[in-house]
């Protein structure tokens, strides 16, 4: 595998290659600057470019293979071949293995990096590992349908990241379903972002699941709602701007207890499962792979990560 060629920019690679054009380009880094998402798929879902066009343009930027995701039907068998956890931690997803040679092909985010290869050659049980590079958006929506079992296509997902009225200057309207939990049971979730258009989607998939959202897109705002409201997760946009490490700490002081998680677009949400699970939990839940890895790894005859795990609750 080649190393990544830093001169090239992937808009250039996509003009020297013909696969878009200038004016393509600008408007694509202009929707993306006024509405958000990524710059790949703003192409995507104006149809600028396909995602064969997209993986070619990646393969010559990373200077590897690369896979169209989309066309892929990954039969359970070989989704077994990486851990879940595995997957989601690292976003990776096993879709090809040829038997003859033992070799395990994965798409991934960036087939450079050689942690990833190390840690994926480990838990793949002497197959050798072979990575190959995806659309982050196709890969996000491959590992939330096949390992959470979602019903969502790539088509989904770039709506919920570029709505189709994302260039309309009316505000969005999302029909909600009614909660079937009483108002007050419902837990608060805090949304802090400056994406007008993905907000009130991500509010209506938190509501389908019986949580009351508050939305902000400023740190001061989201401050004083703090002394409002007790917030079960606040969610920060990774572009928002202002004080929010100041919001942090006073939420933490205000309730120990909420959980505060950065999020770079709104499709990734799709990939976590547990986007509302407790700290202590996914501590726990990393706690625990780590020393079986270990124990395994030392070839140890005693697994140590239900011990482990009894001094981590006690603590």
């Known amino acids: 595998m080649d190393a990544k060629n830093p001169k090239l920019r992937l808009d250039e690679i996509l003009l020297r290659e013909g696969l878009v054009s200038e004016e393509q380009v600008r408007e694509a880094l202009m929707r993306q600057k006024a509405c958000g998402g990524k710059f790949g798929s703003q192409l995507l879902y104006h149809r600028y470019i396909d995602e064969a066009g997209l993986v070619k343009a990646l393969g010559i930027q990373f200077g590897c293979e690369g896979v169209v995701l989309s066309d892929k039907k990954i039969p359970d068998l070989l989704l ?44 793949a049980r002497g197959k050798k590992v072979k990575l190959y590079v995806a659309v982050e958006i196709a890969l996000d929506t491959a590992i939330a349908r096949y390992y959470l079992g979602r019903d969502i296509t790539l088509k989904d997902n770039l709506l919920l990241e570029i709505p ?123 706690l625990d792979l780590f020393t079986s890895l270990l124990s395994s790894k030392a070839q140890l005859p005693e697994n140590h990560g239900g011990r482990v795990g009894h001094y981590a609750n006690r603590l």
């Open 164 to 286: 189709d009225v994302a260039t309309a200057t009316d505000k969005i309207e999302i029909p909600v379903e009614p909660a079937a939990a009483p108002e007050e049971n419902r837990q608060t979730v805090l949304l802090l972002t400056d994406e007008m258009y993905a907000a009130p989607l991500l509010q209506s998939l938190f509501e389908r699941d019986h949580y009351r959202v508050l939305i902000s897109d400023s740190v001061e705002e989201a401050a004083d709602l703090l002394t409002k409201h007790l917030f079960h997760t606040i969610f920060i946009k990774d572009t928002i701007s202002g004080d929010y490490l100041g919001l942090i700490d006073r939420a933490r002081k205000l309730s120990p207890r909420t959980i505060i998680r950065y999020y770079s677009a709104a499709s990734s949400l799709l990939l976590d499962s547990d986007s509302v699970a407790s700290v202590a939990d996914l501590l726990m839940k990393n």
């Open 80 to 123: 077994q071949m990486i851990p879940k956890k595995v997957a989601l931690a690292r976003r990776v997803i096993p879709f090809d293995y040829d038997t003859e040679e033992n070799i395990l092909m994965i798409a991934c985010g960036d087939p450079t990096d050689t942690n990833l290869v190390n840690e994926l050659n480990f838990v």
